[in-house]
């Protein structure tokens, strides 16, 4: 299997938005569910938003209401559109099966500035 691939994150000041894109032609179907996960400085890599094969998302507390995560598995795509950025969102971003993971990719770095 190929590569996950992320990007779209950059510096932003807080209040702002970012949209990550996770791309990996073969890997993202409908069958897989998809989350997006994110690693801070000190800290362990943690779960923040999935979206299973029927639909359904689930977000961490931290960024529910804030965070959408959707994906287009035509184009085999998963999209983060994160609004109203907060400091504490600073990490660096990556995707991957929720089930089964693959051999992770380089991630994407999301910086919000206050």
């Known amino acids: 299997q190929v590569q996950l691939v992320e990007s779209g994150g950059g510096l932003v000041q807080a209040g702002g938005s970012l949209r990550l894109s996770c791309a990996a032609p073969g890997m993202i179907a409908s069958i897989n569910a998809m989350g997006w996960y994110r690693q801070a400085p000190g800290n362990q890599r943690e779960l923040v938003a999935v979206?299973?094969?029927?639909?359904?998302?689930n977000y961490a507390d931290s960024v529910r209401g804030r965070f959408t995560i959707s994906r287009d598995n035509a184009k085999n795509t998963v999209y983060l559109q994160m609004n109203s950025l907060k400091p504490e969102d600073t990490a660096v971003y990556s995707c991957n099966k929720y089930v089964h993971k693959a051999p992770w990719g380089q991630g994407t770095q999301v910086t919000v500035s206050s």
């Open positions: 979206i299973h094969s029927t639909g359904i998302t």
